[in-house]
């Protein structure tokens, strides 16, 4: 083979490598939607905790053995019932339901949830947001900015839209 013809074939493996890449993110947004319009978690909510634990990796995995979209760690994803961590489908469902029972738990407040998602519910039950470790903080200020970046993203994009009105 001559090297026009490796090169060919090395463009056609990348782009069948973005293509792949391209529909797993697909994939991943359509779960998002649908699993938070089910458990009502504010799908912008859920798009910030991805995009902050695995940067859409469809399954990445952390130094701690947390893995997947949404970074679910093992004893997590077994009492959620997620037999892959890796399956979009089963990581999404299992996280939106954390977060869904997470809101429950800390009344809706979104700054707790995110907390409690990274750092463990139990001492963000007892503390509150009265915990001051570093990282915590840090994880629910990213967090936050996502979230209201994406919101003025999606108010930006719905006032340009051809042929829609305010």
Not at 5 to 11: C, D, E, K, P, S
Not at 25 to 39: I, K, L
Not at 61 to 77: C, N, V, Y
Request: glycine share 8%; aromatic share 8%.
């Amino acid at each position: 083979m001559n090297w026009g013809g490796l090169l060919l074939v090395l463009i056609s493996v990348c782009a069948s490598w973005a293509r792949t890449g391209s529909d797993s993110r697909q994939e991943a947004e359509y779960y998002v939607a649908a699993y938070a319009r089910h458990y009502k978690v504010p799908v912008e909510f859920v798009r910030a905790v991805i995009e902050q634990e695995s940067g859409w990796q469809r399954c990445a995995i952390s130094t701690k053995g947390a893995a997947g979209l949404m970074q679910l760690m093992p004893d997590t994803a077994r009492k959620l019932n997620v037999q892959d961590r890796c399956d979009p489908k089963q990581n999404v469902s299992g996280g939106v339901r954390h977060l869904a029972r997470l809101m429950a738990k800390f009344h809706g407040d979104l700054r707790l949830v995110a907390a409690a998602y990274y750092a463990g519910e139990r001492v963000i039950e007892v503390r509150g947001l009265q915990y001051a470790n570093p990282d915590v903080v840090a994880y629910v200020a990213s967090i936050r900015e996502r979230v209201d970046r994406e919101k003025e993203f999606r108010s930006v994009n719905v006032q340009r839209t051809p042929g829609r009105t305010r």
